[in-house]
């Protein structure tokens, strides 16, 4: 952003910085760019939801989770990662490049959604199945 562009590069700013912060949003699942700042490089910065499990993230592998509404708590995380821990951030950052690139790429959904719709020609009352590739076990 700068007073010629108005207009932030998002990912540019992903590039930039370490940790990004996001929330579930009101229909409790993340945003996009949960997907497009952890492809960029920078580590996941969220609340401790379920959506993140259900999606493969895990807290100090792929991603940085706090106790919901907790500054204490953000406060802390972004402390230890970035004055006691710096490799260990490195290492999740590296993780989670490496998860997003492996399962979430546009081959692969794309390839999700193409069979939910092979599927529901076949049988119209057929309700599709959760993404279930991405839960880990």
Excluded: W
Excluded at 10 to 36: D, G, H, M, R, W
Excluded at 57 to 84: K, M
Excluded at 95 to 124: G, H, T, W
Aim: aromatic share 16%; net charge negative; charged share 20%.
């Amino acid at each position: 952003y700068s007073k010629n562009n108005p207009r932030l590069d998002l990912v540019q700013a992903f590039n930039e910085y370490k940790f990004f912060v996001t929330c579930e949003s009101i229909f409790n699942f993340p945003t996009a760019k949960v997907f497009e700042g952890t492809a960029s490089g920078s580590v996941l910065l969220a609340s401790k939801h379920p959506v993140y499990d259900d999606l493969g993230f895990i807290n100090g592998q792929n991603c940085v989770l706090f106790d919901h509404e907790n500054l204490d708590d953000l406060s802390s995380q972004i402390s230890f990662y970035t004055q006691e821990n710096s490799m260990l951030l490195n290492q999740i950052a590296n993780n989670s490049y490496n998860f997003i690139s492996e399962r979430f790429s546009a081959n692969m959904l794309s390839q999700y959604i193409i069979d939910i719709c092979y599927k529901y020609v076949k049988d119209s009352n057929q309700q599709p199945e959760p993404y279930k590739l991405f839960v880990h076990s």
